[in-house]
């Protein structure tokens, strides 16, 4: 079974369309494969015949006599179905597709019929609109950049050609070597998912960058992206942060969960690091590339000026560096390199005075403390050190850090010749930065990647579902085509999961409402039963600590004038009667079924401001308790939970156990879209929670996923 394997490391190449002008897209690439010291055997295609970059040019596929591992697809659309037809039927592996004008531009089923064709014959597309491939396995060069792409241990995806080819001149830039970068453009065929199991088994591969704008098979793609990150770093860049529009505001859950909100809180489960800016990302990649694995993540900060040490200091609280703070051991380990009038406190000030020598012996007592995991030095220019003694030493001080195995940067602050002294250091991949909080980023992101592979957890929760006796509650639903449940069908799907709610009733009348009061007991709470009013606070359909049957009358009258206010024509099949229940924390928990990543739950601070606060987070499902309660940790309320001014600590046992129910029941029901509970009330520590309100949807389309 091929992995892959044969499309970063063919025995040879074809380009179908190589041109025999200099310039044109299929002259560059042979060219660049040529370049870049490809050992394989190279095929130009170009019915004209005659030469190529001094090759032989076939004038079809069909006249190579060898067999062709990969084939760079680069004539006009209207050629491109011929030509993979016949790469086909050649037995080519893989083809890459450069040649655009397929569904970026509508022409989506001309895309999907070189997709037919090409998986009939079993091969497999990259593409098509895409720059092509490096591989550094393979030294080739299959794209048609500048050229000179210089090997090394990160690995680009990249669903941008443009970008893709502006990220290979950056590399250059900032001496980060590549062992791989491959365009997926239209992603067909081959995606993110293929490649990240490939790339995360190459031995060459230390780091791999995403940049993305669309996923379309979320579920495959967060599989892929766990393993990935179970083994290397990922940094992902994903564009289109802003929120996508709703459908309707049918349910909170639906609401508040805009497109960058789950694509974020996903990238966060699955271990992955999210950058803002490419120049962010290539600055993660340069340091994960060659940083050791932290044993402790202590870490100590020496500095020759206080300014750049409080920046360093905020820095780390920002990106969660824990600093050592042991008073007395600093002390004892930095006091003989530290001037009476420094500081040993972290950071360790050794003043503007220091040199090299000073330097280097902090450093180096650092180094000889085992409790000290990691360390960064900053440096501001002064006349008593300058730059060319700060070269010598962090370079030596890089190396002893290396052969100890212990993280270690650096960030100067000063003039031209630091900057070219910086520049210097990175292409001898020497972690030294003109920014303090580009540097403790870095070190951040290390001892982010290390701690969540230390304590990531894959396995799941689950709980088992009566799926028949769910059929049957919904069965009426579903065959009248609701798009909703009924409050009676929600409760009792809710008692068939055991989530315990008030004892409630539904009265059609008001006289009914006042003969059924005794069944709920007074003091109680009216809510307008409505299938065209979706949130009942909204249009006044909810009265709460009603204590004797004036007051049910006076509420009922108020319900039915508000609401009929509120929408004209709405249907009111009634109002239920349920038990008032005594105060807890009010919050949110719902599960939806997202169109690109499958299931997904969400959990944060409830009630009538849900929207307005926004103190919600989100998680894939399945989950565990681990990143039930990680996502919990997430939101402004869960201290709430912990109790604040004196109170008890609340049940958060209750929660996590309805967000593993309503997590299953949405997994083992897929024609339930949303379920939202809000208010669940959270009584004190193994007092249980309370569903006050649930909102069960239903699916009246599926996506289905390409």
């Known amino acids: 079974m091929d992995t892959i394997g044969s499309l970063f490391n063919p025995a040879a190449v074809a380009v179908i369309g190589a041109s025999h002008t200099p310039g044109k897209i299929g002259n560059s690439i042979v060219r660049n494969i040529i370049a870049s010291g490809y050992r394989g055997a190279i095929f130009p295609v170009n019915p004209a015949g005659g030469e190529v970059c001094g090759l032989k040019c076939f004038k079809s596929i069909e006249d190579i006599q060898e067999t062709v591992d990969v084939a760079c697809t680069v004539v006009p659309a209207r050629l491109v179905h011929d030509a993979v037809l016949a790469s086909a039927l050649k037995g080519v592996k893989y083809n890459l597709i450069i040649t655009s004008g397929f569904s970026e531009t509508g022409n989506i089923d001309e895309e999907k019929k070189l997709v037919q064709t090409a998986r009939a014959h079993g091969m497999r597309i990259v593409g098509p609109n895409i720059f092509g491939l490096y591989s550094a396995e393979a030294s080739m060069d299959a794209t048609f950049g ?113 497109a960058d909100e789950i694509v974020d ?59 050592y703070n042991d008073s007395e051991a600093l002390r004892d380990i930095f006091a003989p390199v530290t001037p009476s009038y420094g500081s040993t406190k972290n950071p360790i000030d050794i003043t503007g005075g220091a040199a090299a020598p000073e330097y280097s012996q902090a450093l180096d007592a650092a180094l000889a403390h085992d409790r000290i995991g990691a360390a960064m030095a900053l440096y501001c220019e002064t006349a008593v050190f300058p730059a060319a003694d700060l070269e010598t030493m962090l370079e030596d001080t890089h190396r002893r850090y290396s052969e100890r195995g212990r993280p270690v940067l650096f960030a100067a602050v000063g003039g031209e010749d630091i900057e070219h002294a910086i520049v210097r250091l990175r292409k001898k991949n020497v972690p030294v930065f003109n920014d303090v909080y580009q540097a403790v980023a ?16 894959d396995t799941f929760e689950d709980c088992a579902i009566d799926t028949a006796a769910i059929d049957a509650i919904t069965a009426d639903a579903r065959t009248s085509g609701r798009s909703f449940l009924s409050a009676r069908e929600s409760r009792d799907i809710m008692r068939i999961i055991g989530l315990k709610m008030p004892a409630s009733c539904v009265a059609r009348s008001l006289d009914e409402a006042l003969a059924r009061c005794s069944e709920v007991g007074f003091p109680l709470v009216m809510k307008v039963v409505s299938p065209d009013i979706i949130h009942k606070s909204d249009a006044g359909g909810v009265v709460l600590d009603l204590h004797n049957s004036t007051e049910v009358i006076d509420a009922w009258q108020a319900i039915m004038q508000r609401c009929l206010a509120f929408l004209p024509g709405a249907r009111v099949d009634g109002i239920e009667l349920s038990a008032m ?55 402004r309320t869960y201290p709430l939970l912990l109790g604040v001014r004196g109170e008890a600590k609340k049940d958060i046992e209750g929660v996590l ?46 996506k289905e996923q390409p």
């Open 581 to 635: 229940i005594e105060p807890g924390v009010e919050t949110i928990v719902g599960a939806r079924r997202d169109p690109v990543f499958g299931p997904i739950a969400m959990f944060g601070q409830g009630g009538i401001y849900v929207e307005v606060m926004k103190d919600v987070a989100f998680r894939s499902l399945p989950l565990n308790r681990l990143e039930i309660l990680a996502m919990m940790k997430q939101t």
């Open 146 to 258: 500048t050229g000179n792409i210089k090997p090394g241990p990160v690995a680009i995806i990249t669903q941008s050609g443009a970008l893709g080819l502006a990220m290979i001149g950056k590399t250059g830039v900032e001496s980060i070597g590549l062992s791989a970068i491959v365009s997926v453009g239209n992603k067909c065929d081959i995606d993110e998912s293929d490649l990240l199991a490939y790339l995360v088994q190459q031995q060459a591969t230390k780091v791999i960058l995403m940049y993305i704008e669309g996923i379309r098979q979320g579920e495959r793609f967060i599989r892929a992206l766990k393993k990935a990150t179970r083994v290397k770093p990922v940094v992902v860049i994903k564009s289109g942060r802003s929120a996508r529009g709703a459908a309707a505001a049918a349910s909170h859950t639906g609401s508040l969960a805009g």
């Open 657 to 702: 156990e309805a967000i593993i129910k309503v997590g299953a029941l949405v997994r083992a029901c897929d024609y339930i879209s949303d379920i939202e509970i809000n208010p669940l009330v959270v009584f004190e520590e193994n007092a249980g929670a309370n569903a006050l309100d649930v909102r069960i949807l239903l699916a009246t389309q599926r």
């Open 265 to 323: 809180a996903i990238l966060r489960q699955c271990g992955a690091l999210r950058a803002d800016s490419i120049a962010e990302a290539f600055s993660w990649c340069a340091y994960l590339a060659h940083a050791p694995a932290p044993a402790a993540e202590q870490t100590v900060i020496i500095t020759n000026g206080g300014g750049v040490g409080v920046m360093a200091t905020d820095a780390c609280e920002r990106y969660e560096i824990p600093l």
């Open 442 to 457: 870095c070190m951040g992101k290390l001892f982010e990647h290390y701690r969540q592979k230390r304590s990531r957890c």
